[in-house]
Each structure stands twice: as C-alpha cells, then as structure tokens.
C-alpha cells in the first residue's frame, strides 16, 4: 500500500484549514445542532451570521511553514478555488508551481509542467479517506460529522471571530494537533499546529463568493 506523503498531507490540512471558516458554519442540520453543546451552537451561530456563503470561492494564499530542523521557515503562495461539491484546487505558483487537486473520491497533484506527480484514491488510503471526509463534511457544512474529527471553541467579538479545533479522530490526530481560525466575513488567517511540530501560517487574500466555476475553472475538477 502507498503511503500519503507528509508533504501532501501537511497540503491537505492547509487546504481543509483554510476552508472551514468558509464553510463549515453554514446552516445546519437540525439533528447536527442538538449534537453540539449550547455553549457550542450559540457560538457557531454567532459566527454562522458572519460568515459568507457561496458554492464557489475563490482567492489567494500565502503560507509560512515553520519545519523542525530547518533554521529558516518555508514559504509559499498561490491561489485556491473551492466549488462545493466537486472539490478544491489549491494552485502554488511560487516558489515552485505546482497543482493539488481534491475531490471526494482522490488527490492528484501535478507538477509545473502539468504532468502528474501523484495521484492515489481514497479507497486505498485510510490518511487519505479521513482527511477527504473531512474535508467534504466541511464543505458541506455537515456539522454532526465534522463534530465527529474536532472538539470546538471560540469566540465572537462585533465583526471578527475565532475558532480553535481540536481533532477528536485518532487518526487525524497522528498528523494534526490544532487549528486555530481568524475571519470576519471570510476566514483571514490559519494557524496549523502539525502532530510532529511543524507549524504553518496561512493568510486567505482577496477571497470572492461566486454562484458557479468560471469557465476556466471546470477542466481542473474533471
């Protein structure tokens, strides 16, 4: 069996950081709000009034990855689109370009020029298979399932909110301690505290809601 490489993994949770402010407190299910604690559910709705909805989502990136070992952190930028439903691009165009698509089902990443670098199914991988439901629980703003991979407190204050996840998942656990989440309408800036000690900063630029992929957008999730 294929072994998730850290490096992808550390992508995907920085992509699934990235988007649970923007989606993962969106309207939801009756059953998943009596799941939640009302300290919990009061602070989801709070935060669920702040936050933009949208089937598409759009921006750049620019991360800060603090690695063990290395005297001087690793950076790099980009831009990400996300289409609920069919999955999310996360587009690095420095230092390096480079392509990590994921999709329900899958997780290919393409090199600059184009070729495919890797590509694993979910069925293969267990890392994999947890880390894609979770991520599409958030995209689908599937509370009672994310409740199953996070432990969730925050605060509100006027326009601005914060969120701090710990995952409950043992699994997800081996490779993520914590993420901690800034936003106002959209999410602001990510902090990914790995298993392992690495830590990553991100910081959501320029983030626009839009009702559909542009035209340019589809070839990525066919």
Request: positive net charge; glycine residues 6%.
């Amino acid at each position: 069996m294929k072994r998730v490489p850290r490096s992808c993994v550390g992508a995907l949770l920085a992509v699934c950081a990235s988007l649970i402010g923007f989606s993962a407190v969106q309207a939801a299910p009756a059953a998943a709000a009596k799941a939640e604690t009302p300290a919990v559910q009061t602070l989801l709705a709070q935060v669920r009034q702040r936050v933009q909805d949208a089937p598409v989502v759009r921006g750049q990136f620019t991360q800060r990855k603090t690695v063990q070992g290395f005297k001087q952190p690793l950076q790099s930028s980009g831009d990400f689109v996300a289409a609920r439903g069919k999955g999310i691009a996360w587009l690095v165009r420095k230092p390096f370009a480079s392509t990590l698509i994921v999709k329900p089902d899958s997780l290919l990443s393409r090199g600059a020029d184009g070729r495919v670098a890797m590509q694993m199914k979910a069925q293969d991988e267990p890392v994999l298979r947890t880390i894609n439901a979770m991520l599409f629980a958030v995209m689908a703003a599937d509370l009672e399932q994310l409740g199953q991979y996070f432990e969730v407190t925050g605060q509100v204050q006027a326009g601005n909110w914060t969120l701090h996840l710990v995952p409950r998942d043992a699994m997800l656990a081996q490779w993520l301690q914590a993420v901690d989440l800034r936003g106002q309408q959209f999410v602001q800036e990510v902090q990914l505290q790995e298993a392992r000690g690495d830590h990553s900063q991100i910081l959501i630029q320029n983030p626009v809601a839009e009702k559909a992929l542009r035209a340019q957008d589809a070839p990525l999730f066919e």
